[in-house]
């Protein structure tokens, strides 16, 4: 990656400001704006986060923030309400209040001399979801977006549920972990007096927000808020969706694309979650040029030809030996020029049933799935598919005459009956090598209760035969000559999909593959280059010390007992030098399950986060489990805080949450 000094616009950096709310609160901001802005002033790009911008994203701001800035506008990294150096309390994700803070703080920004009142946001993740969701409210000013690995359907694609079904994976891990960094204090040097008495406050008034997603286990009002796709023509800004093929909210890309009205566009590379000038897999792109070039056609009204281009561009994946991480990911770039294509057909495969096949679901299936949000650590995406192909009924296909591609989403029809009232199925398709290599291509879950609608699930009659669509997720794939196509199926894919409360006896009558396939194009090659990547010089950072990072499975031949242990690297103890503030996280995720016995599935997560400047630390805790029984889920979670070497809060919260069609 080329860093980047000089820039068009000599940069200054305000490292702390107040924003006032209209009920006092006052939000935190750190802005980077061109030094004659104030003179000759500049639009504005709003990132609003929970996620700290003092110590936690402080080196990814100061690689991306001062280089948009250089470029000509005021970049503003805002705390939200409750988190970082904010005052107040956050209560769950994408919150009302949280939206109509961000209303206040555009129309604060708007108002500042340096800025001409053209307002533009971007974000990945959280900031990716918030601004599609603010584009929705049509403040004043805004211009257009950026949405990075975000959604526009909170209950479809997000950390909870995949397909109705509740997501082991990610559910209690990410409810965990918000409220480990959640318990962390507002900088003591920028928040000034009172920061200790607006820390306790957090404390006396946190709370683990699985509380809020298992308490609906349906898609209902609570997923609706904030989920725009319940009304598309809402937003009125242009918008420039991204994803990646190994990120978990990929499938949002081409939704949105379909689905909105206004001027927009859409990216999807190989990548992780993260922002593609150093993402995973590679090829990474010079994403800042590109951001740039979008905010400076509708925010300067620049004529740069970013809208004449085509409207989807994508990485067609090669096949490739499954890795459990790529540096780079073989393939090439293909465009659309519109979304839905008129260019991409429609193959269908009818699954070589000649007669009805059993399954008993085996309850570690899955053990071979990677991550549901790769992040670019050393194994987080899937291996080679053929233990859990084994624990499936798979269906390949005669060896490829010619290659083909395909560009969209599959579609997978099963005509089965089930043995219980509640159950799920797991489809995955794979690219089967000539060895016997079984590579992951696209995969779906459906909790088969929501068969007919997620907001309205109804029990399964045993026995009865029923026919149910699984939507796989969306694909860009070259499968060569030579390979076959296979389809798996199982009513078990653990840790991904929390198992249903009986083993279940799967028989399939019949199925069908819809493939969206895509012929390749001259033009293709003709396309623009995105040139290499850039960014501006990152803060300097110190490694103090390393924290674990990896994956492993253990299983126990005498019990049956399997465990996935997960050990996230989150940076581990680093010393933020120009601040002189050392932090720390570890993250550590066991997910266990014996074989037989699906109210077995037992999630245990522990981690911490600190901070220490001199003589002042502190380490916040968090301890939590989540089981099941045939009625119930129980989350059991504690949080603990030290100061120096005194714990001053602990607090435990238990929850049971009945079964609804899960």
Known sequence: MKIRSEFP???????????PLAGGTRLAARIWLPEDAESEPVPAILEYLPYRKTDGTVVRDSRRQPYVAGHGYAAVRVDMRGTGDSDGILEDEYTEQEQADALEILAWIAAQPWCTGRLGMWGISWGGFNALQIAARRPPGLGAIMTLCSTDDRYADDVHYRGGCVLALDMLHWASSMLTWNARPPDPRLYGDGWREAWLERLETASPWIEHWLGHQRRDAYWKHGSVCEDYSAIECPVYAVGGFVDGYTNAVPRLLAGLSVPRKGLIGPWVHAFPEDALPGPSIGFLQECVRWFDHWLKGVENGVMGEPMLRVWMQDSAEPRPSYDVRPGRWVAEPSW??????????????????????????????????????????????????ALSLAFDSEPLVEPFEILGFPEVTLELAVDRPAALVAVRLCDVFPDGTSALVTRGLLNLTHRESHEHPSPLEPGRRYEVLVPLDVMAYSFPAGHRLRVAVSPTYWPWAWPSPEPVRLTLFSGRLELPVRE??????????????????????????????????????????????????????????????????????????????????????????????GDWRMLSEVTSAMTSDAEAFHVTTTLEVYEGTGKIFVRTWTHRFGRDGL
């Open 9 to 19: 616009r000599e940069v200054r950096e305000i490292e702390h400001a107040w924003i």
């Open 340 to 389: 839905p294509s008129a260019g991409v057909g429609s193959r269908v495969w009818e699954l070589p049933l000649d007669e009805p096949r059993e399954l008993l679901g085996v309850q570690s299936n899955g053990a071979g799935a990677g991550v549901w949000t790769a992040e670019g650590q050393s194994a987080d995406l899937a291996g080679d598919q053929r233990p859990d192909d």
């Open 520 to 613: 390749p194009r001259p033009e293709d090659a003709k396309l623009p280059e995105f040139g290499e990547p850039e960014s501006a010089a990152p803060i300097e950072v110190r490694s103090v010390a390393a924290a674990p990072e990896g994956r492993s499975i253990r299983r126990d031949l005498g019990t049956g007992l399997v465990e996935q242990v997960f050990d996230y690297d989150l940076g581990g103890t680093q010393r933020l030098v120009a601040i002189d503030l050392e932090t720390s996280d570890t993250s550590h995720t066991m997910y266990s399950i014996r074989e037989g016995d699906p109210l077995s599935a037992d999630v245990r997560f522990h981690a911490t986060s600190g901070m220490a400047r």
